[in-house]
Nanobody
Framework: QVQLAESGGGSVQAGGSLRLSCAAPGYIFSRYCMGWFRQVPGKEREGIATIDSDGSTNYADSVKGRFTISQDNAENTLYLQMNSLKPEDTAMYYC??????????????????WGQGTQVTVSS
């Protein structure tokens, strides 16, 4: 079982920024590729950003140009920098790991391990 732990969520006003972190086991980035998802109660989980083994990234249109995914292999940490936040970004945010790399999937079905989530609330 892979343990993933998100942090960095909170409340912010529209236009503000937050940086989410996802702490992972030391071997994680050598075996898996990572992504960020978010979910609002009553709605499906939405894939918003993923990073592949070659460093290539993929973003949902809803966050493109505002969010940036990155990973620090030395610190075993995945990040999501969120700028220009909007009220519609309010959600629970999850990091996840997938075994198949070379395919920058934003589909939750492709991810095997999940963190517990961190709440982001953006007020207008």
């Amino acid at each position: 079982q892979v343990q993933l732990a998100e942090s960095g969520g909170g409340s912010v006003q529209a236009g503000g920024s937050l940086r989410l972190s996802c702490a992972a086991p030391g071997y994680i980035f050598s075996r898996y590729c990572m992504g960020w998802f978010r979910q609002v109660p009553g709605k499906e989980r939405e894939g918003i950003a993923t990073i592949d083994s070659d460093g290539s990234t993929n973003y949902a249109d809803s966050v493109k140009g505002r969010f940036t995914i990155s990973q620090d292999n030395a610190e075993n940490t995945l990040y999501l920098q969120m700028n220009s936040l909007k009220p519609e970004d309010t959600a629970m945010y999850y990091c996840a790991a997938r075994e198949r790399c070379g395919w920058p999937s934003l589909y939750s079905r492709d991810y095997k391990y999940w963190g517990q989530g961190t709440q982001v609330t953006v007020s207008s």
